[in-house]
Structures are given as structure tokens and as C-alpha cells.
């Protein structure tokens, strides 16, 4: 029996990619190991959106070669591998294996090719590939992943995923149903459908307002999220299909990047300011529940102190719950590489701090707001420390519970009785008391 270690980086896809890639395996007889020690196939699915995520694999690359003996293979998969290709293989003497987002499906030839001591990188695109046959291996539990759309045809200047995840393609409606359908079937009651520009999903007949209705129609699946996004791809019809089947979550993220219509433009994001903010009342005033996340770049190439006061003003005027910050990473092969005029690192890193504290201050602030608050929550796993369990809000809120580990996957009603800013603690509750 062959013992195959990954380790994941990077997105929600990168997980799910994971779970393809233990799927395939799987088929092939490798069982997982628990550990990278004596493991015959050493993986690392990799991200490329940020430097800092490529220097943090280079470095856990660096500790899993000591577990390498004659005939461990080691592989880099995922965008790292995509964006670097055979340099990897050139800078990385030990690394016998680099295969991008298109070709895991050759994965088990690959393997068997390391094995015999044949280094290669297939980082081909395959704009036809959705991996449709394959088996996922999945984390047990009652949430799962489901990738609808693969690759990605925006063009935003900072962004590498175009190049390593090339054209964007979309799953038939009829094919993600089944999935989910099974899933439901063993125990899933929620679904997380995925997408680079999830909402712009569109199968040659359906889109995503006609995905999100299909999802709602199936037998056990009680909640319905969605990731990422894109600002402009909320057509009426998308909002009101949300509006209106009701597993979808009151949770939206909404990577808005910016507040400053200059720098929206060098980005060349397809929407203003304004269009954003208007998107975010149209979802509210359909969903008043709903709670918005987001993503947000400081630093980007010639951003002025003006600049980033829009980006600063614009988490209050959106009314974000939370929010990803970022300092703005040069990636080789984006537009935005030829914008010459960078911001200093220690000006991007003060932007930055500036940035988390109002984020951290209006979360903080809208939390408090919301305990003594009512709501129905999905046990989801045990808490790092202690034996609370974590739980999930329709609103995405996290809330620790106590509740014995059997209780995963099964929904109840928790009154929320204090915050630490970012997440929950919460009560069961009994008596009738409006649910949110
Ligand atoms: N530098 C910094 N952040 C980036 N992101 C994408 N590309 C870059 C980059 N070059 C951020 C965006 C995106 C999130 C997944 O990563 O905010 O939404």
C-alpha cells in the first residue's frame, strides 16, 4: 500500500482540488498518510497570489525534503507549481514533480514516472477539464466544497490566477446537482459552491441565479454560500433567486479591493466606487439579514493618501462585518507589473495598520450589537482549545457552543452571549425567542 502526505495552501479551491487529488490517488491504491515520516508521495498544493505564499512553501518545501528517502517522490501542485513550471525543477533539486491546476488527472502516470527517477513539470491549460470523473476524497464533516467554475477570464492587473488557473469554464448544472445530491445523501447539509468569479458561473444554458435555484431544490441541504463573487455579476435575476430560496446564506464576501475609483481603474476592476456600494444596498434591501465580508489591496502601484482614505471610508460606507487585508504583492506576469509607480513597503505597511484597525474597531462594534441575539447555528467542529464546539451562523458569524462532539452537524438555536470582537460565545436556547 502507497502513503501518499499533502499539505494545503492558498484558497477554498486549493481544499477542493486537494480532495480531487486524494480522489484520483485513492483509485490508484495510495491510502493518506498521517504524517510526511515514511510517506511515499510528499504533495504540497500550493497559491501564487502573494509572494508571502510563495515563500512560506519554499520554506515548508525546504523541511519536507528531509523526509525524502530513495524513491520518495516529491511533488509541488496547484499555482506555484503552474506559475514557476520547470523552474521549479531547476531551483529545487529534491522536487521531482510539478503539476498545475490542469493536470491532475495525470497524476498517477506522473507518480509513476517520478518514481523511476523522470523529473517533469505539466503545466499545460486544459480549458476543458472539470475533473468530472473523478472521485473526492472529503474531510468528513457536514460542510463540503463544491467547485462550479474553474480558471478565471478577468483581467485584474494585480492578479495572477488568470495564468495559473487559465480560461474560465463552468461545470453543467446537471453534474454539480448530482454532486450535491450525493453529498446531501451521506450527511451534508451544506454546500459552498466555488468560482474564481463564481457568480459570473454560466454552463452555455444556465447561470448562477438558475444554479443557486437548482441548489435550493435539493433534499437535505439546508444552506447554501457561495465564493468569490464579482461586484458587477449580481444581475437582478442572481439577487432574487438569493432572495428567494431560502438555504442561501445571509453571508456574502465581496472582494471590493478598493475604495478609490483611480485605483479601481489601474486595477481595472469593472465597477466605480459607487456601482459597489450600490450593488451592496440591491443585496441588502433583497436580504436585510445579510452580512458582507471583502477583500481589500493597500499599496497598490501609484495608490496616493487620498486614495486610501476612499479604502478607508469605504468599510464604513459598505458596512463590512470583516474584511482580508492585503499589502499589495508584485507578481511577475500581471499588468500591473509595468504601473512603475510603487508605493514604499514601509507606506503600504502603514496603510495597512491603519486598515486592520478600523476594519478590527467596525467589527468589533457591529459583534457586540448582535449578542443577547437569537439564531440557529450548524455545529461544525471541535474549538482548537477547550471542548466547545464551533458553530456557524446563517450570517457567518462563529460562535463556541458547549456541546458534546456528537453534536456535529446537527443545527440549534444558541442566544449569543458575548463576543471577543471577531467571534461568538453562545447558550443554547429553548424558549420562543425570534430566531435569526
Ligand atoms: N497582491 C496582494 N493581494 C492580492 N490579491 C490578489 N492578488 C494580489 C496581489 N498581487 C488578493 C485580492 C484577492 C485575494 C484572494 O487576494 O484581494 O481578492
Not at 64 to 84: D, E, N, S, W
Not at 127 to 152: I, K, L, M, N
Not at 232 to 254: G, R
Not at 268 to 279: A, G, M, N
Request: proline share 5%; charged share 25%.
Amino acid at each position: 500500500m502507497k502513503r501518499v502526505w499533502i499539505e494545503t495552501y492558498g484558497c477554498q479551491m486549493n481544499v477542493a482540488d486537494t480532495e480531487l487529488i486524494l480522489g484520483v490517488l485513492a483509485g490508484e491504491g495510495y491510502t493518506q498518510a498521517d504524517q510526511p515520516e515514511g510517506a511515499d508521495v510528499l504533495l504540497v498544493n500550493t497559491c501564487a497570489v502573494r509572494d508571502n505564499a510563495e515563500q512560506r512553501v519554499i520554506g515548508r518545501m525546504g523541511e519536507l525534503q528531509r523526509h525524502k528517502r530513495p524513491g520518495t517522490v516529491l511533488g509541488v501542485v496547484g499555482c506555484m507549481a503552474q506559475r514557476l513550471g520547470p523552474i521549479l525543477l531547476e531551483r529545487v533539486p529534491k522536487v521531482d514533480l510539478v503539476v498545475g491546476p490542469d493536470g491532475y488527472r495525470n497524476l498517477p502516470e506522473l507518480l509513476g514516472h517520478a518514481a523511476g527517477g523522470m523529473r517533469t513539470a505539466d503545466v499545460e491549460y486544459r480549458s476543458w477539464e472539470h475533473y468530472e470523473d473523478f472521485p473526492q476524497v472529503r474531510a468528513a464533516g457536514p460542510t463540503a466544497f463544491v467547485t462550479v467554475q474553474r480558471g478565471c477570464d478577468y483581467r485584474c492587473t494585480f492578479c495572477i490566477v488568470p495564468t495559473t488557473r487559465g480560461p474560465e469554464r463552468s461545470r453543467r448544472l446537471a453534474d454539480v446537482v448530482a454532486e450535491v445530491r450525493a453529498l446531501a445523501e451521506g450527511g451534508t447539509s451544506e454546500v459552498t459552491l466555488l468560482g474564481q468569479t463564481v457568480n459570473s458561473y454560466h454552463d452555455g444554458t444556465d447561470d448562477f441565479a438558475a444554479l443557486l435555484r437548482a441548489m435550493g431544490t435539493v433534499d437535505g441541504i439546508r444552506r447554501i454560500r457561495f465564493t468569490s463573487p464579482y461586484p458587477t455579476d449580481f444581475t437582478p435575476s442572481v439577487i432574487e433567486a438569493m432572495a428567494t430560496t431560502p438555504a442561501v446564506c445571509d453571508h456574502v464576501h465581496l472582494p471590493v479591493q478598493s475604495g478609490s475609483n483611480s485605483v479601481l481603474r489601474r486595477m481595472r476592476r469593472r465597477y466605480t466606487r459607487e456601482r459597489y456600494l450600490d450593488v451592496v444596498d440591491e443585496i441588502r434591501s433583497a436580504m436585510p439579514a445579510i452580512t458582507f465580508s471583502t477583500d481589500i489591496i493597500v499599496g497598490f502601484p501609484g495608490e496616493t493618501e487620498d486614495e486610501f482614505a476612499d479604502t478607508l471610508s469605504i468599510v464604513g460606507a459598505a458596512g463590512f462585518d470583516d474584511a482580508y487585508t492585503f499589502k499589495y504583492s508584485v507578481r511577475e506576469g500581471t499588468p500591473a507589473v509595468k504601473i512603475r509607480d510603487h508605493v514604499p513597503d514601509d507606506v503600504a505597511t502603514e496603510r495597512l495598520d491603519r486598515l486592520i484597525d478600523v476594519v478590527r474597531a467596525q467589527a468589533r462594534r457591529r459583534n457586540a450589537a448582535h449578542v443577547g441575539e437569537v439564531y440557529e447555528v450548524l455545529v461544525e467542529r471541535p474549538a482548537r482549545r477547550g471542548d466547545m464546539m464551533l458553530a456557524r451562523t446563517r450570517r457567518n458569524h462563529m460562535v463556541l457552543v458547549d456541546l458534546p462532539t456528537s453534536s456535529i452537524g446537527e443545527y440549534h438555536k444558541v442566544q449569543l452571549t458575548g463576543t471577543t470582537g471577531s467571534t461568538f460565545t453562545g447558550a443554547l436556547h429553548h424558549a420562543r425567542l425570534a430566531v435569526l
